[in-house]
Nanobody, 124 residues
Framework: QVQLVESGGGLVQPGGSLRLSCAAS????????MGWYRQAPGKQRELVAT???????NYTDSVKGRFTISRDNVKKTVSLQMNSLKPEDTAVYYC??????????????????WGQGTVVTVSS
């Protein structure tokens, strides 16, 4: 069984901060590389930050130096600290495995699983 529940989004002014949290339900969580993704209106979903099972982190250029990803393998959570937020950070934010976790499709094959996401709006 797989479940991802994101929280912590909201409305913030440019230059402000938010901390997103994700609670994961998956066996052997600690062995999976994890990521935070975002999807802005009218755009494709993009991977913005990753953290490996060995705690190495990587960020897309647009968020480097502003976002910090972390994980707690005991609590099975992944967090994203976002500082110096910009209007272009406005998006629905999702956490997931890297690559995305999958669930079997009753018709055959597999589909990517996504939680409900959390909305971040950066606006004055």
């Amino acid at each position: 069984q797989v479940q991802l529940v994101e929280s912590g989004g909201g409305l913030v002014q440019p230059g402000g901060s938010l901390r997103l949290s994700c609670a994961a339900s998956k066996r052997f969580f600690s062995i999976y590389d994890m990521g935070w993704y975002r999807q802005a209106p009218g755009k494709q979903r993009e991977l913005v930050a990753t953290i490996t099972s060995s705690l190495r982190t990587n960020y897309t250029d647009s968020v480097k130096g502003r976002f910090t990803i972390s994980r707690d393998n005991v609590k099975k959570t992944v967090s994203l600290q976002m500082n110096s937020l910009k209007p272009e950070d406005t998006a629905v934010y999702y956490c997931n495995g890297d690559p995305a976790w999958k669930l079997p499709d009753p018709r055959g094959g597999e589909n990517d699983y996504w939680g409900q996401g959390t909305v971040v709006t950066v606006s004055s």
